[in-house]
């Protein structure tokens, strides 16, 4: 029997395989304006307008009133996208934090994960180097009201930065949403301790062990901070560490740290460091942090909370209270925002919000938080809300986009472009229809 040489086979099969891309075309820039008339204005930052007109000219938000004029200056009528959107919701796009979007697309599948990078020092690797715009997930995603996304790198230690990205675009260059630079630190924990003495002392030395780790990495580049700052500009350093000079951003407060913690514990180390270092800092997780509050205001840190369809960490806690954190938490005066850590799954980021507004926020806050505090969160000042000088990322429902009984998204469009929502789910139901 002949047998095919390994690098034929291999091809063969790569052949073989089905691409792992979705066939949506991405839609071209905003070429003619798009007038949304007659809508019920789910502004975020001016509260709820009925019978309300948006006008988006070039990527922008440049009015919104009643009866705007149809033939707005820089165009022709007939050269205006008049959408009558009488008895519907016009939303702001949807803000998914946390999440793993582009980096997956089947989780069992190793050759396409791609969201952790080896090693756990890696502050200058970017999401952005891995991220895949043609994802077969982004469509689905994109289904249910979200129109930007924050990609973020997993792992132990410090993984890499995020970037934000808008669920529409050829290529990362495309995607690319301009915002605070994002560097993501998963802060350890001992997840489980074990019964036997022995192996306490090993699990809790280990867990040491990589506190210690990060403390001397952090310490590190703080070093390598100083002796740049104090290097002339005509000067040269005699060392280049990539790894320190990618932090520098960080230490200059020009760059933000997501510290993955949800422990009293985990949080009150990471405060110290940020104290230490006069870091701007996102808890990332914030289970307790609702029981950190002074502390965190006193470092005017956020919180993304991505757990509000999580079971309790602990068993004497009540059934409900992930449900609450976010309530918990506007109670304590912390600034948050809520997340989704997953891929495919990010997609249920607006029923997260909802069941946030079941156990204590109100419906108003419960939208800003997946939309104006998410933007504001990630240092974007033109995303999030539907405002004059705001980006035309807006969402058309036929009813409230946080409830999955009434939300039906009927069009949307970002930067002014409206998007293809056909999707690899509506082209299976279509097909099984016909069976």
Request: aromatic share 8%; glycine share 6%.
């Amino acid at each position: 029997m002949q047998y095919l040489p390994t690098t034929l086979l291999l091809t063969m099969l790569m052949v073989a395989m089905p691409v792992i891309a979705n066939d949506i075309v991405p839609a071209p820039k905003q070429s003619r304006n798009v007038l949304i008339k007659n809508a019920t204005v789910h502004t975020v930052s001016q509260g709820v307008l009925s019978n309300t007109d948006v006008l988006i000219e070039n990527g922008k938000i440049t009015a919104v009133g009643s009866h705007l004029d149809s033939t707005p200056t820089t165009a022709e009528i007939n050269e205006t996208q008049i959408v009558d959107a009488s008895g519907k919701h016009l939303y702001p796009g949807l803000i998914a934090l946390d999440t793993s979007l582009g980096l997956v697309e089947i989780d069992m599948s190793r050759p396409t994960v791609d969201k952790a990078e080896v090693g756990d020092i890696n502050p200058h690797i970017s999401a952005a180097s891995a991220y895949n715009p043609d994802s077969e997930l982004i469509p689905t995603i994109r289904y249910n009201g979200i129109t930007h996304a924050q990609i973020v790198p997993s792992g132990e230690g410090l993984a890499g930065q995020s970037v934000v990205v808008n669920l529409d675009a050829w290529t990362i260059e495309d995607a690319l949403t301009p915002s605070t630079a994002q560097f993501h630190v998963y802060w350890p924990q001992i997840k489980r301790m074990p019964e036997d003495d022995k192996e306490k002392i090993k699990v809790i030395e280990k867990n040491q062990d990589a506190i210690n780790k990060l403390n001397i990495a952090f310490e590190d580049g703080y070093r390598y901070f100083l002796s740049d700052k104090a290097i002339g500009k005509d000067e040269t350093s005699a060392t280049h560490n990539l790894r320190w000079q990618a932090m520098l951003p960080l230490y200059q407060g020009k760059a933000t740290l997501f510290a993955h913690a949800d422990s009293v514990g985990q949080i009150e180390q990471v405060i110290a460091l940020a104290k230490k270092y006069q870091f701007k800092l996102v808890i990332v997780g914030g289970y307790d942090a609702w029981r950190l509050a002074s502390s965190l205001r006193e470092v005017k840190a956020s919180v993304i909370y991505p757990h509000t369809f999580s079971l309790p960490k602990r068993k004497d806690e009540p059934i409900d209270l992930p449900f609450k954190i976010p309530s918990l938490l506007t109670n304590a005066q912390i600034p948050f925002a809520l997340g989704f850590s997953s891929d495919w799954d990010s997609r249920n980021l607006p029923y997260a919000a909802g069941y946030s507004a079941a156990y204590g926020l109100t419906p108003e806050q419960a939208l800003k938080s997946v939309t104006l505090d998410a933007a504001t969160l990630l240092g974007i000042d033109d995303l999030g809300a539907i405002a004059v000088g705001y980006r035309g990322s807006v969402v058309l429902s036929e009813g409230d986009i946080l409830d999955p009984m009434t939300n039906k998204i009927e069009a949307m469009w970002i930067d002014g472009r409206q998007i293809d929502l056909n999707n690899r789910h509506q082209q299976l139901y279509q097909k099984y229809l016909k069976r």
